[in-house]
């Protein structure tokens, strides 16, 4: 539960009344938007703010649907069934949060279709269950379509089940002020690094997957109020984390 503290973020559009109103009417919700711009800082934001519960799950390629639901473990001796992340979320109630959903296996996505329409049910045939998730539950999930390709997409008849918020890099001057409320930095010295990231960003001919992030901008900031010389503190953050190609970070 939300232990009174809550995480810093700042909005960019009407993102926290849409999500508050889907959570009120027990809808779910589909953050798209490149790594590093805000999405998981903001359902944690959501979540203290309505008092909820969060249950974080960061999908991988080996993640299956039995590791969201549960699964039957020996214990003492006896075999005894555990639930997994989704299941404690729809029992309990809270936010179950999906983050990179498109990671995880296929069977994922088919367990939560009874979850994001108006059933709001999830069937656990293991144990012959049938859970209706209460009125505090929520789904979420996030994707970062940069990365999509035709073998790691959301199927049309997934993603109608949600509502979607669509979140960027922040404009300058706002990306400035979070840089600077989230290090201390003075905004004089967090100008420049926006602005050096801003640049990476437009840059077309080099093999980036992704230009330097909001989180990465907050990491060097960082490290320069810690005492590191800006330079290194750019190189350590803005340069070597996006690429290995030696052309690519001298550019």
């Known amino acids: 539960m939300n232990d009174g503290k809550i995480p810093f973020y700042m909005p960019s559009a009407n993102e926290c009344g849409l999500f508050e109103t889907a959570c009120r009417h027990g809808l779910a919700v589909m953050l798209k938007g490149p790594t590093g711009c805000g999405k998981t800082r903001f359902v944690a934001h959501m979540a203290a703010r309505l008092g909820l519960k969060l249950t974080t799950v960061s999908c991988h390629d080996d993640l299956t649907a039995a590791d969201l639901t549960g699964r039957y473990l020996l214990k003492g001796g006896e075999t005894r069934w555990v639930d997994g992340p989704l299941t404690g979320a729809v029992r309990h109630g809270g936010i179950c949060y999906l983050d990179e959903v498109v990671e995880a296996r296929k069977d994922v996505t088919v367990v939560l279709h009874p979850l994001t329409d108006d059933r709001r049910v999830l069937p656990l045939e293991r144990t012959?269950?049938?859970?209706?998730?209460?009125?505090?539950?929520?789904?979420?999930?996030?994707?970062?379509?940069?990365y999509q390709n035709i073998l790691k997409s959301l199927k049309p008849s997934t993603r109608q089940r949600f509502i979607g918020i669509h979140f960027d890099y922040p404009p300058a001057n706002r990306e400035v002020d979070i840089i600077c409320q989230e290090t201390g930095l003075e905004r004089a010295r967090c100008i420049p690094l926006v602005n050096l990231a801003r640049r990476i960003r437009t840059l077309k001919d080099l093999d980036l997957e992704e230009g330097a992030s909001t989180r990465l901008l907050v990491y060097c900031a960082t490290l320069i109020m810690a005492g590191i010389d800006p330079l290194e503190a750019a190189e350590a953050t803005l340069i070597e984390p996006l690429s290995d190609d030696k052309n690519a970070k001298t550019a």
């Open 128 to 146: 012959g269950e049938l859970l209706t998730a209460p009125d505090d539950f929520m789904m979420v999930i996030s994707y970062n379509p940069g």
